[in-house]
């Protein structure tokens, strides 16, 4: 069972800056398929950005160019770097993993079985 745990949430202003981390334990981290997900107030969760594990990543439409999700596997670390953040970004931001991905789409969060609790990002 692959377990995860968010940090690096917080408060920004806009135009700023967060990175968030996710470590992942209980399985060989760098053969996971890994993505972030968020969920906006009074809205359902979708998919921001995912990553492979050979490194090849997706992100969705409105984050494209200003967030970058990547990976240290010596550090069973997965990370989204957030740039010029926009109100709109404001939302609990959760780390899945997935052992496996059928098909050819990354940003599916059915495909994602282990889920981490969730970091909190205000941007005002």
């Known amino acids: 069972h692959v377990q995860l745990v968010e940090s690096g949430g917080g408060s920004v202003q806009t135009g700023g800056s967060l990175t968030l981390s996710c470590v992942a334990s209980?399985?060989?981290?760098?053969?996971?398929?890994m993505a972030w997900f968020r969920q906006r107030p009074g809205q359902e969760r979708e998919a921001v950005a995912a990553i492979d594990n050979t490194g090849s990543a997706t992100y969705t439409h409105s984050v494209a160019g200003r967030f970058t999700i990547s990976h240290d596997n010596a550090k069973n670390t997965l990370y989204l770097q957030m740039n010029s953040l926009k109100p709109e970004d404001t939302a609990s931001y959760y780390c899945?993993?997935?052992?496996?991905?059928?098909?050819?789409?990354?940003?599916?969060?059915?495909?994602?079985?282990?889920w981490g609790r969730g970091t909190q990002v205000t941007v005002s």
């Open positions: 899945a993993a997935a052992k496996y991905i059928l098909g050819p789409s990354m940003l599916d969060q059915g495909k994602y079985k282990s």
């Open positions: 209980g399985y060989d981290f760098s053969r996971l398929y």
